[in-house]
Nanobody, 127 residues
Framework: QVKLLESGGGSVQAGGSLRLSCTVS????????MGWFRQAPGKEREGVAA???????SYADSVKGRFTISQDNAKNTRYLQMNSLKPEDTAVYYC?????????????????????WGQGTQVTVSS
């Protein structure tokens, strides 16, 4: 059974930083795409960043230069470092994983392409 567990959300003032973590268990394939997504109240879920098993990454235009996706394969953990946070970054953040072709490079990941999801973690940025 594939499980994804996010952590690291919280509240921060504009300009601050947070690092989200997503630990994956039960995924037995060596090839994967892992994405970070977010959903603000009243809005559709949107792709934020993705990384695949080769280390290729992609980002939504709205977070380029501010967010960095990375991974520690020894820990089966992916990270989203979020710097220079803005109030519009406020949302529930989710991680998701699926086979590598789900990444859809060079575009930001599409949530419709992912089947395994974490429970989400709240990020709140105040002005």
């Amino acid at each position: 059974q594939v499980k994804l567990l996010e952590s690291g959300g919280g509240s921060v003032q504009a300009g601050g930083s947070l690092r989200l973590s997503c630990t994956v268990s039960g995924y037995t394939y060596s090839s994967y795409c892992m994405g970070w997504f977010r959903q603000a109240p009243g809005k559709e879920r949107e792709g934020v960043a993705a990384i695949d098993s080769e280390g290729t990454t992609s980002y939504a235009d709205s977070v380029k230069g501010r967010f960095t996706i990375s991974q520690d394969n020894a820990k089966n953990t992916r990270y989203l470092q979020m710097n220079s946070l803005k109030p519009e970054d406020t949302a529930v953040y989710y991680c998701a994983q699926d086979p590598a072709d789900a990444c859809g490079y060079p575009s930001a990941p599409d949530p419709a392409e992912f089947g395994y999801w974490g429970q989400g973690t709240q990020v709140t940025v105040s002005s």
